[in-house]
């Protein structure tokens, strides 16, 4: 199992991120290939957030190169790299919340996206469709639950039309329910042709998506591989439950 | 009768419900490490316990009384202490005020100023440092010892060793080793597996807000809390792709 990630879509060589004294990602590699499903597990504190935002833009790196597509776009910032199909997810979904929810995905299509008119319409009434929010288009976002605003979340990104999606635990707080509907949503994301870069601390919700796994400690990489074989790696159950832990 | 018994209870924060239809009950004498991933819902279930986040649903009942609506300041004054996660000293104050002020709670029983001091040594000479001058171990020394000095029945341990070097983290355990075998009840959380299986009589292991696994610490094994602790076995019945 596992496609090797020949062809990286979107990848980062040496990735540095400093806060100061702090030094959040220590020498990163990492690696998504088209149409790949990598998640990212470790502890609290392994810097995982901050890789994706180094990968999307949101952060700028202390050192190291992300590249997109063979080019380099170290330097673009978060909304160059929108337009060019890096979309991330939010940990804690912040919508527009006086504006609908078809208003919020119509700002991520047209100004995320680049898209205009009809073809930001369609792409957006497509979008809503996905994540199951037709029902809820002109609902204002403050008024939604737990699921609703992450499926909007989900929503907002796919409205940019990304070739890369990087999901933020996403599936956080969801019930079990809600989680299999989840799941449906980003493997079809996946049939669509989009590689998934999956940040998730409910590891099973993960596996069932994703083909390959990294896992994180301390800002660095200590196990890339098939999912199963990394949850089993002695070092990956040391970094949750201390050494020792055999 | 249980010291402790929680029947169904939810624990929500806003939106996300963190505490799922938990129930336990909880014998005097026993140490219950609680465990499970970021997110599980353990600091938030010490909280409702303590009554530092009310339930949305199911009750809370200690020592016979429903304490479910009670305020936190009466469940301490009835014997239900928490040392919370970040230590929450009051930084401004010294050691001492920090303990004196859970003296004014006067709960008598063996934890004085001074067995206080003496189960944590490290805590003598800055006896009139201020709290927000000490070092991680010294601040959860001292924020043990604030909720030992309100002589609990139920001590509630929240993430004792986080952010701590291994060395400190010895050297508190090592402190609490007369506490632990001396017949206190409490509910441990800890990251460190075998830490928290070296001292408990019980594991309660919490996955997305609810109990995956309980039962006695001597009866669990390793791989039986790896797969509850990130529900892999779950995902085993439930057919990967």
Redesign the interface.
Known sequence: MGRPPTGAILSGAGLHKRFGALTVLDDVSFSVGAEEAVGIVG??GAGKTTLLSVLAGGLPASGGNVRFRGADVTSADASERSRLGIAKTHQVPRPFGGLTVFENVYVAATAGGGHRGAKAYRGCMDVLELCDMLGAANRRAETL??LD?KRLELARVLATDPVVVLLDEIG??L?DEETVALVGTIREMQRRGMAIVWIE?????L??VVERLVCMVAGRVIADGEPRAV?SDPAV?DA??????? | MSLLSVDRLDVRHG????VREVSFALEEGEVLAL?G???AGKSTLLRAIAGAHQPSAGSIAFDGADVTSMRAHKRVARGIALVPEGRRLFGDMSVEENLRVAMRVDRRGHWTLDRVMELFPMLIERRNSLAGNLSGGERQAAAIGRALLTNPRLLLLDEVSLGLAPVVVEQLYKSMTSLLEGGATLILVE?????ALSVATRVLCM??GKIVLDGPAKAMS?EL??DA????R??AV?G??
């Open positions: 502890p609290n639950g737990l605003r956080g707080g019930t601390h409910i590891v099973h919700v596996l069932q949850m159950v949750y439950l201390g050494s020792g832990a055999r | 939106l996300l419900q963190a465990v991933a970021n997110g990251q460190e597996l075998n830490r996955l997305e390793r809390i790896v602790y990130f529900g892999l779950r995902a439930q990967l792709r």
